[in-house]
């Protein structure tokens, strides 16, 4: 067995993929709306069975409307504890917006109205949020590098920077999700964080090491990173796609008409690697845009 075929010649599963050189695209999971959630206490594994029943049912209840829930809290030390804040966000170009809402607890929680689709309740959000994943019970790799990152933004002083549950792709920690856009990214560094939530400030996407946009599928996320890659266009909401992008061809709208069909396949990886820390070393398949043809 080859090194990278062993999951204990590495330790930890972001290495591993980092040496095979996994590609990003495509990877971030697919959510139209994300609601985050104010919890200063330990995290379980799986937030929808936590121990306190009001915030499994409300994790329930966003998931049945659509929603993508997570928890957060502000990096280091603990907050005392204080009104709950919760945060609502839709990713889609052209509705793109975040606003908060607070509670006094989870016993609140019921009372947050958490609509499929709409106008979002609550205060709007002006500036963009930065969710780094340091949900440790999930990934050590989250929690050793992810933890690192939060602080280190963080102490230089960035804003709005938080920690949250699991977003999936510990692979590729340290790992975060951009809100309202909805852009996640892996194998941030603290320089490549600030970019990506700077550039979300100023309505742009950092394309970057960005996993893709968790309105699209992961054929969508390729696409769409793949345009922006040959075009140049940063403008977070300029590109939409058709629906249901798959594997296959799919057709990206720009401005001013412009439209692009974009080939995307299944490649192989190089070797094998884990999904996760501590489980065996797997065969992997990755999606690649392999042409951008404009349409007239």
């Not at 929603?67 to 502000?74: E, G, H, M, T, V």
């Not at 709208?253 to 070393?281: D, K, L």
Request: aromatic share 4%; hydrophobic share 40%.
């Amino acid at each position: 067995m080859t090194p990278a075929a062993n999951p204990a010649a590495h330790g930890r599963c972001a290495v591993l993929a980092r040496a095979v050189d996994e590609p990003l695209a495509g990877t971030a999971p697919q959510a139209a709306r994300w609601v985050a959630l104010e919890h200063r206490g330990a995290w379980p594994r799986d937030i929808n069975a936590h121990p306190d029943p009001s915030i499994a049912g409300f994790a329930a209840r966003a998931s049945a409307a659509g929603w993508r829930p997570l928890l957060i809290r502000r990096p280091g030390r603990r907050e005392p504890a204080g009104p709950t804040r919760v945060v609502l966000a839709d990713t889609a170009p052209g509705t793109t917006r975040a606003t908060q809402l607070t509670v006094a607890g989870p016993r609140e929680l019921g009372a947050v109205p958490l609509p499929s689709t709409g106008p979002l309740p609550g205060e709007t959000l002006h500036d963009p949020l930065l969710l780094v994943c340091t949900h440790g019970r999930r990934d050590r790799c989250c929690a050793v590098d992810g933890r690192t990152l939060a602080l280190a933004v963080t102490a230089v002083g960035e804003p709005d920077v938080w920690e949250c549950s699991h977003l999936g792709g510990h692979r590729f920690a340290p790992t975060a999700l951009v809100l309202p856009t909805g852009y996640l990214y892996g194998r941030l560094d603290p320089a490549t964080a600030i970019s990506a939530r700077k550039a979300a400030a100023l309505g742009e996407v950092e394309t970057g090491l960005s996993r893709g946009r968790s309105t699209w599928s992961a054929a969508g996320q390729v696409a769409e990173l793949a345009v922006r890659d040959a075009t140049g266009l940063r403008d977070a909401d300029a590109l939409t796609l058709d629906p249901l992008a798959r594997p296959g061809t799919v057709i990206v709208h720009g401005p001013s008409g412009r439209r692009w069909a974009v080939e995307v396949s299944e490649r192989p990886g190089t070797e094998p690697r884990p999904a996760s820390c501590g489980v065996a070393a797997l065969p992997f398949v990755a999606l690649h845009a392999t042409a951008v043809t404009p349409l007239p």
